[in-house]
Antibody
Framework: EVQLVESGGVLVQPGRSLRLSCVGS????????MHWVRQAPGKGLEWVSG????????DYADSVKGRFTISRDNAKNSLYLQMNSLRDEDTASYFC???????????????WGQGTLVTVSS | QSALTQPASVSGSPGQSITISCTGT?????????VSWYQQHPGKAPKLIIF???KRPSGVSNRFSASKSGNTASLTISGLQAEDEGDYYC??????????FGGGTKLTVL
């Protein structure tokens, strides 16, 4: 059974940094692209970032480009999201999701974690 | 990177069929057969129900189907059941190399 467990969400002040983690199990982690998707309270889903199976190709939504960095450590079955210069509008639950292929462009997020809540507030 | 456009809400009675539209542009839905659909119940993670245009993951009911015409994708749920109530999101790959979600549609089963 595929499991994705996110961690790292906390209350943080605007302008500060935070790193989210996601550990995958039940599948060959290094065979799949991965994504971060967020959902502000009471709002819809927003794709944040994607990374290929080998970590060599990444992309970001315009809303986070230049501030967030996605990375992975296949030896640790882990996905990360480094979030810098946080803003109030970054407040959301952040989900890690597994793609169904090597490249994140398939748009097929076939397994999801339960999410970790990031609150940006002074 | 504009979100795809979905109706805010749809409703139907048990047994009926409903369709949710998802409108994009020639740079996303219109150019790729890479539309996926997700169902989300309150407080839960989204669940993939359609991928690559009209494919269903194992275990997803064949009451869910999808299609595309031009820049608009559609999800149809036939034989509505109470358990279908929830939020539905479309998603498409875009030529910018990113993914775009729709704003979401709240389905109410009357």
């Amino acid at each position: 059974e595929v499991q994705l467990v996110e961690s790292g969400g906390v209350l943080v002040q605007p302008g500060r940094s935070l790193r989210l983690s996601c550990v995958g199990s039940g599948f060959n982690f290094d065979d799949y692209a991965m994504h971060w998707v967020r959902q502000a309270p009471g709002k819809g889903l927003e794709w944040v970032s994607g990374i290929t199976w080998n970590g060599l190709t990444v992309d970001y939504a315009d809303s986070v480009k230049g501030r967030f960095t996605i990375s992975r450590d296949n030896a640790k079955n882990s996905l990360y999201l480094q979030m810098n210069s946080l803003r109030d509008e970054d407040t959301a639950s952040y989900f890690c999701a597994k793609d169904n292929g090597y490249y994140y462009g398939s748009g097929t997020l076939e397994d999801w974690g339960q999410g970790t809540l990031v609150t940006v507030s002074s | 990177q504009s979100a795809l456009t979905q109706p805010a809400s749809v409703s139907g009675s048990p047994g009926q069929s409903i369709t949710i539209s998802c409108t994009g542009t020639s740079s996303d839905i219109g150019s790729f057969n890479l539309v996926s659909w997700y169902q989300q119940h309150p407080g839960k993670a989204p669940k993939l129900i359609i991928f690559e245009g009209n494919k269903r993951p194992s275990g997803v009911s064949n009451r869910f189907s999808a299609s595309k015409s031009g820049n608009t994708a559609s999800l149809t749920i036939s034989g509505l059941q109470a358990e279908d109530e929830g939020d539905y999101y479309c998603c498409s790959y875009a030529s910018s190399g990113t993914l775009l979600f729709g704003g979401g549609t709240k389905l109410t089963v009357l």
